[in-house]
C-alpha cells in the first residue's frame, strides 16, 4: 500500500546495511537497523490504539529512538506532534489538550510532573529516554520488527507543529505527507545531497529545521548524519573532518569561530555550510570566510512553510539576504494594507505558494483565513524586499517576533505573565542583537504608582512558567513606556535605545 512520505524516506532503505546514524562511542546504526526499531514503535503504536489521523504528542530527549518514533508516526498514519523540550507543564498542557492527542509521550524524569497534565487532557502518558529507557522504549523491546504500513496519501495530516502570534493562543500548524516531502526533495536537489553525505547534526529534533530539513534532506538522499544529542563544539570539531555538510542556526557559527581549533584544515571536507532560522551577522559571514574559505548559505523558512527561499548552492551567496525563491514555491512582496503586488526594491510583506505550505491551522478555521489566501498565497508575515537580481532580504518582522538562538519568542506570551506580577502596571517585551543568540530578550517594566518592583522575584517567578529561552536576559525599569500620538507602544524606539545592551 501507498504511503508517499514512509515509502521515500524511510521505505525505500529497507535491508539497506550502510551507516544512518553515527553515534557516540563510534557506535553505527545502519539503515536497515533504525527502520526495525522504528517498526516496533509502530507496533506499539497500534498496541496504544493510535490510528490513522491519531495526533501523538512527545516531549522527549533527542535520540534514535526519538528519530524512530517520528518514522513510525509516518508508517502508522498517525500525526506527529513533536515539543520544544524546555516547555514547562503549563505550557504542554495547552499543546496536548488542543490538539487532541491521543497519546503523550515524556522523558521518564518528568514522568510525575506531566502525569496531571495527561490526566487533565483525557490522554495516555509513556515515556522515552535518550538512553533507550522509560516505557515506550520497554513495550518497543517487546514488539515485532515488522509493520504493515498504513495507506496514506500526500494530502494526509503528517504532522502538527505549533506556533504562535503576538496576541492569541498558540496555533497548531497541519502540514502534509505532501507538504514535508516536496520541500525535502526540493532542497536535497538544489544543494546537491547525495548518498555519500555525512550531515553533522547537532540541532534539537522538536521543529522545522532539525526534523523536516535537517533528518529529511539527508533520508531523501540516503546519506548519513553524526547525530549529536545536542550542540557540543568539541564534538562538532572532532567529527567534521569525516563529515560533508552542516546545518545550524547562527550560535553554531559564532561559536566555532570564537575556538582556535576551529581551522581550515579541520572544514577540509566539508561542502557545505547551511544557516537559519534566525539572521546571520554579516562579520559572521566574513569571519567564516576568511578562517575557512567556505561561504556560509543562508536561507528562509518558517513552521508553516517549511523553507521558502534559498541562497544558491552555485552562484553569489549574498550576505544579507536569504537567497531566490525555491524552484517549486512562488514569491511575491505586497502591500500589507492592500496585498496588491510591489515592485522590486520596495519593502512589503512577504507572501509564498507552493507545495510546501501548510493546510491550515487546526481548528482555527478564521485565522486559517486571515494568513492563507484562497489563491494559496501564505502571508508570512515577515517583511522583505526583492532586489533587481531576484535576492530577497528580511528587513523585519511585523508582528515583533523574537528570534533567540534560532527559537521563536513572541513577545505578548511574556508579556502576559509580567502584567500579572505584582506592582506592575504594563510591560513591553523586545529583541534586542546578541553576538552568540542573534537576539536576545528584554523586558521593559513599568511599575504602579508608589510600587517597588522586585526584579530577582519576578525573574523566579517567570521561571516556572516559561521555557528558558524565553525569558528574559534582562529586567528594565522605566517611568513609562514610549508611545505614538494613537497610544501605541513604540517598540522600535525600545530596540534603538538597547540594541548595544549585549555588544
Request: with cysteine; proline share 5%.
Amino acid at each position: 500500500m501507498a504511503n508517499p512520505l514512509y515509502d521515500t524516506l524511510f521505505g525505500r532503505h529497507a535491508g539497506k546495511t550502510t551507516p544512518f546514524l553515527h553515534l557516540a562511542g563510534g557506535v553505527t546504526l545502519t539503515h536497515a537497523g533504525f527502520l526495525s526499531r522504528a517498526a516496533r514503535f509502530a507496533n506499539v503504536l497500534s498496541d496504544l490504539g493510535l490510528r490513522a489521523g491519531d495526533r501523538l504528542a512527545v516531549q522527549i530527549d533527542k535520540s534514535p529512538d526519538a528519530l524512530a518514533v517520528y518514522a513510525a508516526c509516518a508508517q502508522a498514519g498517525v500525526i506527529f506532534l513533536p515539543l520544544n523540550t524546555a516547555y514547562t507543564a503549563d505550557e504542554v498542557s495547552y499543546f496536548v489538550t488542543d490538539s487532541g492527542a491521543a497519546a503523550f509521550v515524556c522523558q521518564p524524569a518528568r514522568r510525575d510532573e506531566m502525569a496531571p497534565v495527561a490526566k487533565a487532557a483525557g490522554t495516555q502518558l509513556e515515556t522515552l529516554g535518550a538512553d533507550g529507557d522509560g516505557s515506550l522504549a520497554a513495550r518497543a523491546d517487546a514488539a515485532e520488527d515488522s509493520f504493515d504500513t498504513v495507506e496514506r496519501s500526500g494530502d494526509d495530516l503528517a504532522a502538527f507543529l505549533y506556533t504562535s502570534g503576538t496576541t492569541g493562543r498558540s496555533k497548531g500548524a497541519m502540514l502534509t505527507q505532501a507538504n514535508l516531502l516536496s520541500n525535502a526533495e526540493t532542497l536535497a536537489d538544489l544543494w546537491q545531497f547525495t548518498a555519500q553525505d555525512v550531515l553533522l547534526h547537532a540541532l534539537p529534533i522538536f521543529h522545522t529545521h532539525g526534523l523536516f530539513v535537517a533528518t529529511n534532506v539527508t533520508l531523501v538522499a540516503g546519506g548519513a548524519m553524526v547525530f549529536m544529542p545536542k550542540l557540543d563544539i568539541d564534538q562538532m570539531i572532532e567529527h567534521m573532518p569525516h563529515a560533508t555538510a552542516m546545518m545550524g542556526v547562527p550560535t553554531f557559527y559564532t561559536r566555532l569561530l570564537d575556538d582556535a581549533r576551529f581551522t581550515r584544515d579541520v572544514a577540509d571536507n566539508m561542502r557545505l555550510f547551511i544557516s537559519g532560522s534566525a539572521p546571520l551577522l554579516a562579520e559572521t559571514h566574513v569571519a567564516f570566510e576568511e578562517r575557512t574559505g567556505h561561504r556560509i548559505l543562508e536561507r528562509y523558512g518558517m513552521t508553516e512553510t517549511n523553507m521558502n527561499t534559498s541562497n544558491p548552492y552555485e552562484g553569489e551567496r549574498r550576505a544579507g539576504t536569504v537567497g531566490f525563491p525555491l524552484p517549486d514555491v512562488e514569491l511575491k512582496i505586497t502591500d500589507p494594507k492592500t496585498g496588491e503586488t510591489l515592485p522590486d526594491g520596495e519593502i512589503g510583506s512577504i507572501e509564498v505558494r507552493g507545495p510546501n505550505v501548510f493546510k491550515g491551522y487546526w481548528q482555527m478555521p478564521e485565522k486559517t483565513a486571515q494568513e492563507l489566501r484562497e489563491d494559496g498565497f501564505f502571508i508570512t508575515g515577515d517583511l522583505g524586499r526583492r532586489d533587481a537580481d531576484g535576492y530577497v532580504t528580511i528587513v523585519g518582522r511585523d508582528k515583533d517576533l523574537i528570534i533567540s538562538g534560532g527559537y521563536n519568542i513572541y513577545p505578548k506570551e511574556v508579556e502576559l505573565l509580567l502584567d500579572d506580577q505584582p506592582g506592575v502596571l504594563e510591560s513591553a517585551v523586545i529583541g534586542v542583537p546578541h553576538p552568540d543568540f542573534g537576539e536576545s530578550v528584554v523586558a521593559v517594566l513599568v511599575a504602579k504608582k508608589g510600587a517597588e518592583l522586585d526584579l530577582a522575584q519576578i525573574a523566579s517567578d517567570l521561571g516556572g512558567s516559561l521555557a528558558k529561552f524565553k525569558q528574559p536576559r534582562k529586567l528594565i525599569v522605566l517611568p513609562e513606556l514610549p508611545r505614538n500620538t494613537m497610544g501605541k507602544v513604540q517598540k522600535n524606539v525600545l530596540r534603538e535605545s538597547y540594541r548595544d545592551l549585549f555588544q
